[in-house]
């Protein structure tokens, strides 16, 4: 089993920035892709980006260039900083994990509010 643990979400105004983190423990060695996903009240939950143990990253298309995700496999950790919000970024901020691009593990969600 794999437990993640995210951190970093919380109220931001419009235009600011925000870094989240996942922590992982347990059976890491399974772990080779890291992600973010995001459920927003009412819609499905959606990819925002994903990070492989090499460094390799996809981001959903209509974040790049806001979205930057990067991966400290010493500290199997993974972060997601989050530029220029806007108030549809709002959400809750899933982290994932898994032997492959499908996650099989889930962290429990930090909400991240943006408003003014």
């Known amino acids: 089993q794999v437990q993640l643990v995210e951190s970093g979400g919380g109220l931001v105004q419009p235009g600011g920035s925000l870094r989240l983190s996942c922590a992982a423990s347990?059976?890491?060695?399974?772990?080779?892709?890291m992600g973010w996903y995001r459920q927003a009240p009412g819609k499905q939950r959606e990819l925002v980006a994903r990070?492989?143990?090499?460094?390799?990253?996809n981001y959903a298309d209509s974040l790049k260039g806001r979205f930057t995700t990067s991966r400290d496999n010493a500290k199997n950790t993974v972060f997601l900083q989050m530029n220029s919000l806007k108030p549809e970024d709002t959400a809750v901020y899933y982290c994932?994990?898994?032997?492959?691009?499908?996650?099989?593990?889930w962290g429990q969600g930090t909400q991240v509010t943006v408003s003014s």
């Open positions: 347990g059976s890491i060695f399974s772990i080779y892709v």
């Open positions: 990070i492989t143990n090499g460094g390799f990253t």
């Open positions: 994932s994990a898994g032997p492959s691009g499908v996650p099989a593990y």
